[in-house]
C-alpha cells in the first residue's frame, strides 16, 4: 500500500518541500522548533515514544506503533510477509491469543476498522487504536496491546494457514481497472527500482507456498525497539502514560543477530521515458507528463517558505486552468497541473490532461501555452494577492480552531516526524511563521518555479487510451514538435478577469421574527419569520470557528413528468455553470477567495435544499450566498454546453466499466424497472432544456415559506437576528406547503437471484439485498442497527474468520422514511467465483441461526459498548448536532427525542434482537446478484 505523502498543516500541501531552489530573498535560515507541549524520548533499547495530553475528542487517546519495517525489507522469499506480519498482530498475540484481540477491544466500545486498524507501506507499518479512556482499565488494556503487537505476536501454524486465503481474497479484491494500470505505470514512475517487485500485497506464489518459518524470521529480525516508536495523544496524565511506556517497552530487546536497516531509495535516472497503457475500462485518451526530483525534509524556516510558495504557484496555475475549461468550447475534458509528490521519495512537476475525442494535440497545446505563458509572461500582482489571501486566511481558520485538533491529527503527525526525522512545531509557531514568511514571498519567486516544468531532468510522459480507441496516438516525436512549436507561437500577457466588487445585497427589506420558541432539554431556539420560514438555531461552544446551515423543503424530483424529469435531475449542476447576480462560477471564486465559506444546493427525489458552512467571520457572506442562490441564478449557455458535452462523452463509455453494468441491473431489478430509475443515457441527455432545468431549480427554490433552515456552531442566536432577518427573512415566499409526492415505484417483492457476467477479472461480487417495509420510528431504526452490526459480526466470523473466503464482507443498512418508510440490508462480499454459491448459502446459515438463537450476550454487550462509545465520542461537537438535528427535522422526528437513541440502545434485549432477526430478515425476499467473469 503506497500511502500519501502528508504535511504538519494538513490543511495544505505546502510543507511537501520538492529539492527545487526557489529564489526568496535571502534571510537568516533558522530551525523549525518542535512543539513543548510533547514529551518525547529514547529509552536505552532505542524505542521513541511521544506523548501529548489533548481533549479532542473528550476522554479518549489515540495510540499508535510505528514500525520502520516495509515490504522493502523482505527477502525474495517473503514477499507479502511484512502485510502478512500486520495481519497476523490481530490473530493472535502474548496477553491475547486467538482472535480474542479484537473481540477486547470491541467489548470497550472499539469498532474494528474505525477505531482499530493498520497499515503496511514500502518503509513502515502502523498500527492505530482509538479507545476510550474513562477508566484505568482501558488505557492500561490499549498500552498493552501496543505491548503486544511491538514484541508478543504469536505466530501459530494454524492461524497462519487460515490467514493465506485472507490475504489472497485480499489480493484478489484490488483485482481491477486500477491495478492493471498501476501494474504499467509503477515501473515507469519508480523508475524500475526494488520498490516495483516489493509492492506490499505480495505474490500469490509467495502467499501460498511460504514456511511460516521465514513469517517468523521477518517479525524477529525487524520488529525491535530501535525501529519503533510509541505515540500516545488524548486526555490522561502524561506522568503515568510515560511510567507506562517505560514499564512495558522497557524489556523490548534488539536481537543479537538484528540486520542493518538498509535504505532503498528510487534513483534518478535523469532520462526522460514515453510510454503508451491501453486498457478495455479506460474511458478516453488522457496524458500524464511527471517531472521528479528528490523530496527534501522541512527542517527549516527557509523550507517553510519554499513551501509556501509552491503552494501559493499552484493555486494560481490551478486558477489559470479553470479559467480554460470556463471557455465555451474548452480544449479538454479535464486538466490539472502543479508542482507535488509523484512516488515514494520523489516529487515534482506534474501534468495530467484527459482529452476530447480528436482533441489530443488542441488539447496538449493549449496547456502548454498556459505554462509557456506564465513562463515568458509570469502571473499578475492581484493573481498571487489572491493566492496570499488565500492562504493567509487558511492558516487563520487553523489557528482559531487550535483547540479542537483531533488527537488522532496530532499523532499523525508525530508518527509522520519519527519516519521523516522531521521537527514539528507548534501551532502558535506555526501561525507566526507562517504570517512572517508570506510576507516574504514575490511574485519573482513563485515565477521562477515554472522553470521546473522544462528542466528537471527525470521525466516520464505516459498516454493513457481505451484498449479499442482507434484514434492515432502521437508518438514521442510529436509531442516534442508540439511542444516546440507552442514555445515558438506568439504569447501574449493573461488578461485578469474584471474582478467583481461584491455580492449584491438583497433589495427587499429585511423579515422579522413573529415567533419564538425554545426547547430548552436541548439547547435549541426555533424561530418562525415573516417569510414563513422556519429556522432551527443550535448553538455549540466546542467548535471555536464553525457555522453550518441547511436547508430543505419537500418537493424535489418527484413533483416532475417524464418530460421534465431529467432536466429536475440535472437543475442544480446545469444552474451551477451560471453562477450568481451575473458572476460566473470563476469571478465568484475570485471574490470569495480568503473566505471561508462553502455552499451546496440538492434537488433529491422528495425534497430540495442546500448545505453550506463558514468561519464566524465569514458568516454574513455565506447568507449573501444563501440569498442569492434562492434569487439570483440564471443561464450560462456557453459553460453548460461544455458541461453536457463532457457528461456525455462519459456516458457513451459507460458501460465499459463492469462494476457500472452490474450495479444498472441491481436498480432495475429492485426498482421494477421503473423510468425514473433508469440510468441515464445518451439520447435522454440531449433531449434535455438547459432553460427548462434553471426554470425548474428556480421553481424548486421560490418559497422559503416551505423550508426549514438548520443553523449549528460557534454562535448565540442573538448576535446573528439581524442577519438572519435579512438574509432570509427577506427570501420570497409563495406560502404553498407541498406534500410528498409518491413517485408510483413498486419495489422488488419476491426472492431472485440474478448473474451478470460481465466481470474482466477472476473475481466475483456477490450483493445480497434483503428490503422490506417498516414503520420508520427511532426505536426501530435502533434494532435495525443492531441487527446491522451483529450480522457484521456473524458474517466476518463466518465468511472470513472460518472459510478464509473473502477479505471484507460488509453488511450495510439503507432506510428512507419516504414517500413510506422502507429499508434495505445490503450484504456485499468478493470471492472466488467458483464458491460464491457456497458463500451465499452460508450467509443464508447465519441468518436462519441469529433467528433461531438470537445474539449471544458477547455480541449484544459488544454492539451496545460500540454505540454508546461512538455517541460520547461524538455528542456535543458541532458536526454530532447537525446532523443527528438534520436527520430528526428531514424525517418528522420530535426533537427533543434527538439523545434518545441511548434510551433506545438500553431496551435492546436478546429476545428483541431474535425477534427483529424474523421481522426484519428471514421472513423477507432475498434477491441475490453476482457480478461474474465474462
Not at 495481519?87 to 480474542?100: D, L, Q, R, Y
Not at 417569510?531 to 443550535?538: D, E, F, S
Not at 458463500?839 to 441461526?849: D, I, M, N
Amino acid at each position: 500500500m503506497k500511502l500519501p505523502l502528508k504535511n504538519i498543516l494538513q490543511f495544505s500541501c505546502f510543507l511537501l518541500i520538492i529539492g527545487i531552489a526557489v529564489a526568496c530573498k535571502e534571510t537568516k535560515v533558522n530551525p523549525l522548533p518542535s512543539d513543548t507541549a510533547v514529551r518525547t524520548g529514547v529509552l536505552p533499547n532505542g524505542l521513541t515514544y511521544y506523548i501529548r495530553k489533548n481533549a479532542e475528542p473528550r476522554q479518549q487517546a489515540y495510540l499508535m506503533l510505528v514500525n520502520k519495517v516495509g515490504s522493502l525489507l523482505e527477502t525474495d522469499d517473503q514477499r507479502g510477509l511484512a502485510h502478512f506480519t500486520e495481519h497476523m498482530a490481530f490473530k493472535g498475540t502474548k496477553n491475547f491469543p486467538k482472535n480474542s484481540l479484537v473481540d477486547a477491544l470491541q467489548k470497550m466500545g472499539v469498532r474494528f476498522g474505525a477505531d482499530l486498524n493498520a497499515y503496511t507501506a514500502f518503509d513502515q507499518t502502523v498500527y492505530k487504536l482509538d479507545i476510550p479512556v474513562n477508566d484505568t482499565a482501558s488505557l492500561n488494556r490499549g498500552m498493552q496491546i501496543l505491548r503486544d503487537w511491538a514484541g508478543g505476536v504469536e505466530m501459530v501454524n494454524e492461524d497462519i494457514e487460515s490467514e493465506r486465503g485472507v490475504i489472497l481474497e485480499e489480493k484478489r479484491q484490488r483485482k481491477g481497472a486500477g491495478e492493471r494500470i498501476s501494474e504499467k505505470t509503477l515501473p515507469i514512475l519508480l523508475n524500475n527500482s526494488r520498490h516495483v517487485q516489493r509492492l506490499p500485497i505480495g505474490t500469490e506464489e509467495v502467499l501460498k507456498t511460504f514456511n511460516p518459518d521465514l513469517l517468523r524470521k521477518f517479525y524477529h529480525n525487524w520488529y525491535r525497539p530501535d525501529l519503533q516508536a510509541i505515540v500516545v495523544v488524548g486526555e490522561f496524565d502524561l506522568d503515568v502514560v510515560e511510567a507506562q511506556i517505560k514499564q512495558l517497552f522497557g524489556d523490548l530487546v534488539k536481537p543479537a543477530d538484528a540486520p542493518a536497516l538498509p535504505e532503498y531509495p528510487v534513483a534518478l535516472t535523469g532520462k526522460k521515458t514515453f510510454n503508451i497503457v491501453r486498457d478495455e475500462e479506460i474511458k478516453t485518451v488522457s496524458l500524464q507528463w511527471y517531472g521528479k526530483e528528490k523530496i527534501a525534509p522541512m527542517l527549516t524556516d527557509k523550507d517553510l517558505r519554499n513551501g509556501m510558495t509552491i503552494q501559493l504557484f499552484n493555486d494560481m496555475l490551478a486558477r489559470r486552468i479553470v479559467h480554460l475549461q470556463r471557455q465555451s468550447d474548452p480544449p479538454f475534458l479535464q486538466a490539472s497541473a502543479g508542482i507535488g509528490p509523484v512516488t515514494e521519495g520523489l516529487g515534482g512537476p506534474t501534468v495530467q490532461i484527459s482529452f476530447l475525442p480528436g482533441g489530443i494535440e488542441r488539447g496538449y497545446k493549449a496547456l502548454m501555452t498556459e505554462l509557456y505563458r506564465i513562463k515568458k509572461h509570469g502571473f499578475t500582482d492581484e493573481e498571487l494577492k489572491r493566492a496570499k489571501v488565500a492562504l493567509g486566511e487558511a492558516q487563520n481558520n487553523r489557528y482559531n480552531n487550535r483547540e479542537k485538533i483531533s488527537s488522532e491529527a496530532y499523532a499523525n503527525q508525530y508518527a509522520q516526524a519519527f519516519m521523516q526525522k522531521t521537527p514539528y512545531p507548534s501551532e502558535e509557531f506555526l501561525n507566526k511563521s507562517i504570517r512572517e514568511q508570506l510576507g516574504l514571498i514575490t511574485l519573482d519567486d513563485a515565477d521562477k518555479l515554472i522553470e521546473t516544468f522544462f528542466t528537471t531532468p527525470d521525466q516520464d510522459i505516459i498516454i493513457l487510451a481505451p484498449a479499442d480507441s482507434k484514434e492515432a496516438l502521437p508518438a514521442e516525436a510529436e509531442i516534442k514538435k508540439w511542444m516546440e512549436a507552442t514555445e515558438d507561437s506568439k504569447i501574449e500577457k493573461y488578461k485578469e478577469p474584471e474582478a467583481a466588487s461584491g455580492l449584491p445585497a438583497p433589495a427587499a427589506k429585511p423579515g422579522s421574527i413573529v415567533e419564538a420558541k425554545q426547547l430548552d432539554e436541548i439547547g435549541v431556539t426555533e424561530w418562525t419569520l415573516s417569510n414563513g420560514a422556519r429556522v432551527i438555531l443550535k448553538p455549540t461552544s466546542n467548535q471555536e470557528d464553525k457555522i453550518l446551515i441547511n436547508a430543505f423543503s419537500f418537493g424535489g424530483t418527484a413533483l416532475y413528468n417524464q418530460q421534465d424529469y431529467d432536466a429536475a435531475s440535472l437543475a442544480v449542476p446545469i444552474t451551477l455553470q451560471g453562477g450568481v447576480a451575473g458572476l460566473d462560477p470563476e469571478a465568484l471564486s475570485q471574490l470569495l477567495a480568503g473566505k471561508m465559506v462553502q455552499y451546496q444546493p440538492f434537488i433529491s427525489d422528495y425534497s430540495e435544499g442546500f448545505s453550506a458552512g463558514s468561519s464566524k467571520k465569514d458568516f454574513e457572506t455565506c447568507l449573501k450566498l444563501i440569498h442569492l442562490y434562492f434569487t439570483k441564478t440564471g443561464l450560462n449557455e456557453s459553460a453548460v454546453t461544455g458541461m453536457l458535452r463532457n457528461t456525455r462523452l462519459e456516458l457513451e463509455k459507460r458501460n465499459q466499466v463492469p462494476g457500472n453494468i452490474f450495479m444498472d441491473s441491481v436498480n432495475t431489478f429492485m426498482t421494477a424497472g421503473h423510468w425514473r430509475k433508469q440510468p441515464m443515457t445518451v439520447q435522454r441527455l440531449d433531449a434535455v432544456k438547459p432553460a427548462r432545468a434553471v426554470e425548474i431549480y428556480k421553481e424548486r427554490f421560490a418559497d422559503a415559506a416551505d423550508f426549514t433552515f438548520l443553523i449549528t456552531g460557534s454562535y448565540q442566536p442573538d448576535s446573528i437576528k439581524v442577519l438572519v432577518e435579512q438574509y432570509i427573512g427577506s427570501l420570497p415566499a409563495l406560502n404553498k406547503k407541498e406534500a410528498i409526492v409518491d413517485m408510483g415505484i413498486h419495489f422488488a417483492d419476491q426472492s431472485r437471484t440474478i448473474m451478470v457476467k460481465q466481470e474482466l477479472e477472476n473475481k466475483a461480487t456477490v450483493q445480497i439485498v434483503i428490503p422490506g417495509a417498516y414503520k420508520g420510528t427511532p426505536w426501530e431504526n435502533v434494532q435495525l442497527n443492531a441487527l446491522r452490526t451483529i450480522l457484521q459480526y456473524r458474517i466476518t466470523e463466518a465468511l472470513r474468520t472460518k472459510e478464509s473466503a473473502t477479505y471484507t464482507p460488509s453488511v450495510n443498512l439503507q432506510k428512507s422514511n419516504y414517500p413510506s418508510p422502507r429499508y434495505g440490508f445490503v450484504i456485499s462480499f468478493t470471492c472466488d467465483p467458483l464458491r460464491a454459491k457456497a458463500l451465499t448459502a452460508e450467509v443464508r446459515s447465519v441468518l436462519a441461526q441469529l433467528a433461531q438463537q438470537g445474539p449471544t450476550d458477547d455480541e449484544l454487550g459488544k454492539f451496545v459498548a460500540e454505540s454508546r462509545a461512538s455517541i460520547a465520542k461524538m455528542s456535543g461537537t458541532t458536526d454530532y448536532w447537525h446532523s443527528v438535528l438534520f436527520a430528526s427535522l428531514q424525517n418528522g422526528y420530535d426533537l427533543n427525542e434527538v439523545n434518545s437513541v441511548e434510551k433506545y440502545i438500553g431496551m435492546l434485549s436478546k429476545d428483541r434482537i431474535k425477534a427483529g432477526t424474523n421481522e426484519f430478515l428471514t421472513k423477507k425476499p432475498f434477491m441475490d446478484f453476482y457480478l461474474l467473469p465474462k
